[in-house]
């Protein structure tokens, strides 16, 4: 038991230094509980506000994919470059090792292939599984204007109910169906429909005109989807566009994973996200990057 006799007062109260009023650094997340937080802080880095996360959950609906064949002989190796990482249960448990300790952002959401609707998605992870897997929030399809458009909405909301209960954040992820056009009027539709449903970060396509309305216009973060392989400068052009006007990083797949040099590529995206490095210099980075690795002969 503590010794209560000649216990000295406390003097050291500093009225003259404030309280530090915790604002936090990410849009819209200031009054969210402190574990949703930390959580948000797994994902983007609070020095830059930014993320670059490596988005490898293809295999939910397209299956095996270009470059993801073996996932722990050519993503494994790129996890240090990663701040978060968005993958499948099944891949996190089989082939990521538990050592990885920035964000993973767990696809929650699945059910049909490219065979089928793509819209026709459920609930593909329980709540319990993701706060067994310690996940830094859970993702899920919206399909604004697809066939399933309610379905997947309420998908979405029942993942943040049961993401609050626990303090995981939930993605929303702006899924574009081929007849949906990707302009700034539908990306704006769509990413304030998940963030006015309750997501506490939301991805989406970056587009040439408007892109700076689509992330005003959002109450808390996008990150840019990277979509089709693009060459190296155009992706990190599309980046440096899209952070530059507002995105709170990336969320980037295939122009990572099947660019001729992925490791090179992913800290050159690094660059531009967490330091606004122009594209033709990031550009010059990742030649340099891997040039140097084709000498190592790797
Ligand atoms: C979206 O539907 C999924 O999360 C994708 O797996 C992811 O967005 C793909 O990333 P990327 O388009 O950059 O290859």
Known sequence: MADTEDVKDARNYLPGVPAPHDGFFLKGAHQLDWGMRNRLARIFRPASGRTVMLAIDHGYFLGPTTGLERVDVTIVPLLEHADALMCTRGILRSTIPASFGNGVVMRASGGPSTLKELSNEQLAVDIEDAVRMNVAAMAVQVFIGG?????????????????????IPTLGVTAVGKDLARDARYLGLATRICAELGAQVVKTYYCDRGFEAVTAGCPVPIVMAGGKKLPELDALTMAYSAVDQGAAGVDMGRNIFQSEAPAAMIQAVGKVVHQLMKPARAYEYYLSLKEEQRKRGR
């Open 147 to 167: 066939e399933h458009e309610t379905q997947s909405v309420h998908n979405m909301t029942r993942l943040v109910d049961a993401g609050l209960r626990y303090g």
